[in-house]
């Protein structure tokens, strides 16, 4: 359970149900002062129970520093931040303990861990343990931001209503502001209505809808990553990978560069200022697993909520019956909606890392 | 330049254009019986030179174990495996040493190492390192077959061109076996031959042309793989995106997925035979990070090979001037067609790893 | 902050003077049921204010399990486990705060870490910290103990005085019982007493002592460990020396071995029983970095506590002045002495871990 | 097989018999001359056959480098290092196939590896494998050393016989420059003799003898280093211990200190010229895991070459017969003697991996 970078170390604790979820983060120099302010907006941004249509589980999210701070500055000491879980209606899984979610953790788990498994709320297998994640990634966020090194990230896709997308040449910190002014984390309000129409349509018909997130990372250096497994895009798919219900992660052109010819697809040189640069990024900002330079850019997307009202099949493990299952518990109906700031959190700690 | 897994380490050796390249193998037991002309059967279909359309680089792939192994069979010391580079044509790269070639890792390796990098046929970032990785790869796939598991893969896409996709339900040996008859590796041999033509078109007008590659993976246990960071996508698709020319990963819908409805998508569970099982897959085989019994489908998106005959701008990073720049060489014009095996191959690193 | 075993790792969290410590286990099978008493034991052994003679720091050091557990039993999420500080006394660092006490991690923390560093009761250096660790390695050695394999050690040595020795062939559950009857962790009661009185005579003079644990380990298998980096010898000593004022480690004969000749040194084998043995066991175990069946013997060298009441000259690194310092705080006058259990518990860490 | 250190990685390749072994290393930055003679004298002084009274077997142990320089320098690639083993009699080996030598890994690695484990010459566990990380280590003392940090070893002890220590607080490059031209590696050239003639003695005997290396290293900055497993005593003594044979590990006063108090054992603090300074070196240049500025001081103790001429009990694990055993090859009568460089080597190697 820990995002084990090269310099950067992030363990995350707790678990769905416990008395609270955390994370230890190791690899940080001392010195470095933390905006409480900034953090707790990243915090609410993923929170549940903020955006309408998003779960009605209700939890602060309040991020408490248990050691690694000295008056808000980082003194060296690993970083152990700790967030109550308030909101815990443990009694909604009692009834499906031995009945699996269709598309959740709950099957496999089972038999991987036995009877002993303690499946309320998805255990460790929660979305809920991003938010730790978040809140190291919130973190990262502040000291690649003092570098000059901006993340930002919209829903670029929710069912069929796609997303004005990133320019991946102009990108940078006045579309990230321009999305956090929407109410709904787009480029494009009017799009954001239509996406917000089709996540409530799901809702009333007990249904749940997916989605595609957009992140972009401007002023990295030349040359973050390495060849092979070293590459940025393995680095950054293995922690992108790591938020629950995602399917696909793609860099620049993604899967469409399987679909281009090379004279297409190929970004020439030139020299622009003092300096040569790639004249155009259907890169995504990445060659040969390493940074150019230009923004970089990459597509995750997510399945559908697994969990719906509508009537499933399933099976009772105790009985070996199979039955209809109804959950009921309290889900957002798009999960790509909160992963926003998930993302971005991810992406940070993972380029954090490579800067360190 | 390791594959740094949980009980298996595969460090990568060499580079293009050194004396030889190589692996040494960490993590598995003593006492496995090492088929070596399956081993060479799937080196050939790696090897350059072996398919019409591919390069015309000739390098035999011979694989000679220098340690670790006593009379074919594993001895409990790592296994140092060699690839000897005979075929290498230095003298190509002398000319457009200081001229990075666009979308290669040219541009930010030598801004990355300095001018001391050695880029003769890409270094250390050459497709070439997959040579001993696949060899590595090979060997795993014979420890996975003994217990049963199958890895197969085809060419989904090239270009415009579809081939038939995998059944996630019902996808096994059967189909493994027929691709490998087809003289190219797809299910439709006639769809192999549009993709042929594609490539032969994109070679005259000396360019190049993108693909996807679709592995499937059978008889795999329920359970492997874990939460978060341990979950099968995130270790796959590092061990994916190492491959040079990856853009895209994704795991059964895949990107689909973010279009589709929770109803649609979901996977029910019913009893067959006297076990539980997913009754569709649209998983892929993968729930919560976890296997869940059935067939693991993931497809894998390249890029157009950068290296085309076509002029192209780039830059002399040492004049600081732009200029043209025409690659001779010896290039596939498709490298998702040698990268079929490598997909195999890096997949069952990453199960064996999972599994030992 | 982690122990970061193959199979195994524990992330210690907290600090000195934080709210409290604690660890996060990852690894553990599920189905494991924990018997909390006998862990409450091992954590007597190791607390300060329980033995005559050792820190006057009341800790209760009761272990809370915060996630992981299911009705006592591991559940296969990790096991994240906290033990409040109770008695801190943060006043009692103000004074010195400036000051590096001699022979303390003070002085190079504060240069490593600047200013901001939070040193109160040492931060994260405090052997506070080997808390958790005991509480980790308590769990480490019930489920050692469930296969068979047993860890115990004593006080081989406070000051001048020994205790009796293990004898390395004989070593086992009798010992390990017997060291825990005598109030004092040694094998001879007259040897406790003797020490004992070491201490208190350090004690009284404000001044303090050194010491030697020396552990042993039965019922291990023969071949656990490896050639070079992953000997039982490299693992063990890393941990081993993780434990603050270690200053030396050694195996079976240990420094002696360099005054032998080898005709006096080697053990010989002989059949007993159905199988081959050796028949000494000058190697403590351990052969070629591998476990050879017989018991395992390591040795710790103690340095004396570094805090002692004595006048010690320091230098206010504020000031620059050199100044005279007197430690007041409650601290042991022989660390070795609450070691004892520290040893067996990061001792059945690394076992643990090679045999999971 | 692997220094798998934070940043630096060295993988050991090859067996004792096989064509050869090698080391990749990573992590190196690009850009760095590396001295071929230098290199070459540090080799020359690890190899066999070149100082009277060790082993007979002749490798010329020239480091050959498959890829990873150019022109001499580091180029940003992996660095792969050769190393022939010409001088191979397998011969010797294959009558005691079945019959363990006392004393050495045969046995253990006979039942973990089974019977296809190859023993010849020791397999991976040979001393030979020390070759190639002496190489490594060579690199890493020359880029210590274009940093001001030097390391240097003698023989400390040889059996009975001890040599002049090195003085903790005043040790560098001037003892560490009198060793090499000792004929022999001791500061007191009279110390030296009577060392050989104990190592002839034993050799005249059919016997061995063991000893005890001192390293000492000058020139690090405060503060290397970190709490618990991060501590320099962890990470150098897993390092050492690799060193075939060595069974204990001490730092400065080492097990001396339990028998000392602490106001003899602290060192206190005062100003010298502009900074602060421990006044005295008892802790051996380290506190609380982490340098202090003070040269570094570390103990190493070998047991006495295991392979000796006399008749020796065994079994013949094949017919599981008890037989006696003559071992002939050629060994070292004293492998602490050959083992100088390979502590300076292990020991620059961690350090490098520190301050990188």
Same mark, same amino acid.
């Given at each position: 359970?820990?995002?084990?970078?090269?310099?950067?170390?992030?363990?995350?604790?707790?678990?769905?149900?416990?008395?609270?979820?955390?994370?230890?983060?190791?690899?940080?120099?001392?010195?470095?002062?933390?905006?409480?302010?900034?953090?707790?907006?990243?915090?609410?941004?993923?929170?549940?129970?903020?955006?309408?249509?998003?779960?009605?589980?209700?939890?602060?999210?309040?991020?408490?520093?248990?050691?690694?701070?000295?008056?808000?500055?980082?003194?060296?000491?690993?970083?152990?931040?700790?967030?109550?879980?308030?909101?815990?209606?443990?009694?909604?899984?009692?009834?499906?303990?031995?009945?699996?979610?269709?598309?959740?953790?709950?099957?496999?788990?089972?038999?991987?861990?036995?009877?002993?498994?303690?499946?309320?709320?998805?255990?460790?297998?929660?979305?809920?343990?991003?938010?730790?994640?978040?809140?190291?990634?919130?973190?990262?966020?502040?000291?690649?931001?003092?570098?000059?090194?901006?993340?930002?990230?919209?829903?670029?896709?929710?069912?069929?209503?796609?997303?004005?997308?990133?320019?991946?040449?102009?990108?940078?910190?006045?579309?990230?502001?321009?999305?956090?002014?929407?109410?709904?984390?787009?480029?494009?309000?009017?799009?954001?209505?239509?996406?917000?129409?089709?996540?409530?349509?799901?809702?009333?018909?007990?249904?749940?809808?997916?989605?595609?997130?957009?992140?972009?990372?401007?002023?990295?250096?030349?040359?973050?990553?390495?060849?092979?497994?070293?590459? &940025? #895009?393995? $680095?950054? /798919?293995?922690?992108?990978? =790591?938020?629950? @219900?995602? %399917?696909? !992660?793609?860099?620049?052109?993604?899967?469409?560069?399987?679909?281009?010819?090379?004279?297409?697809?190929?970004?020439?040189?030139?020299?622009?200022?003092?300096?040569?640069?790639?004249?155009?990024?259907?890169?995504?900002?990445?060659?040969?697993?390493?940074?150019?330079?230009?923004?970089?850019?990459?597509?995750?997307?997510?399945?559908?909520?697994?969990?719906?009202?509508?009537?499933?099949?399933?099976?009772?493990?105790?009985?070996?019956?199979? &039955? #209809?299952? $109804?959950? /009921?518990?309290?889900?957002? =109906?798009?999960? @790509?909606? %909160?992963? !926003?700031?998930?993302?971005?959190?991810?992406?940070?700690?993972?380029?954090?890392?490579?800067?360190?």
């Amino acid at each position: 359970m820990k995002y084990n970078g090269e310099k950067l170390q992030v363990t995350v604790l707790g678990s769905s149900h416990a008395p609270a979820v955390g994370a230890l983060i190791e690899g940080l120099p001392a010195g470095i002062h933390i905006d409480m302010e900034q953090l707790a907006a990243l915090m609410a941004r993923r929170a549940p129970g903020r955006m309408a249509l998003t779960s009605t589980r209700q939890e602060a999210d309040e991020v408490e520093f248990i050691s690694g701070l000295n008056n808000g500055v980082t003194c060296g000491a690993p970083i152990h931040l700790s967030i109550r879980n308030k909101d815990v209606r443990s009694a909604d899984y009692e009834a499906i303990r031995n009945i699996p979610r269709p598309s959740h953790a709950d099957y496999p788990a089972r038999i991987k861990y036995g009877d002993d498994w303690d499946g309320r709320g998805g255990g460790q297998f929660s979305a809920r343990m991003t938010a730790p994640l978040c809140a190291a990634g919130g973190i990262a966020l502040q000291i690649l931001a003092a570098q000059g090194v901006y993340v930002g990230a919209h829903l670029a896709a929710v069912g069929p209503v796609d997303d004005e997308a990133f320019d991946a040449m102009t990108v940078g910190r006045e579309q990230f502001e321009r999305i956090l002014t929407n109410g709904f984390p787009v480029l494009d309000a009017e799009k954001g209505k239509e996406m917000q129409q089709q996540i409530a349509a799901a809702l009333e018909a007990q249904d749940s809808v997916g989605g595609i997130v957009e992140c972009a990372v401007t002023g990295l250096p030349v040359g973050l990553g390495g060849p092979l497994f070293e590459g &940025v #895009e393995s $680095r950054l /798919s293995a922690a992108l990978f =790591a938020i629950p @219900a995602v %399917r696909g !992660v793609e860099f620049g052109c993604g899967f469409g560069a399987a679909h281009m010819n090379g004279s297409q697809h190929n970004d020439p040189y030139g020299i622009r200022g003092a300096g040569i640069t790639p004249l155009s990024n259907n890169a995504g900002g990445i060659l040969g697993g390493m940074t150019t330079g230009l923004p970089l850019i990459v597509r995750v997307g997510f399945k559908p909520t697994p969990s719906i009202g509508q009537a499933q099949r399933s099976v009772d493990m105790k009985s070996m019956k199979e &039955v #209809e299952l $109804r959950i /009921s518990g309290r889900h957002d =109906a798009c999960v @790509a909606t %909160r992963a !926003v700031p998930i993302a971005e959190a991810m992406t940070a700690l993972v380029l954090l890392d490579m800067m360190l």
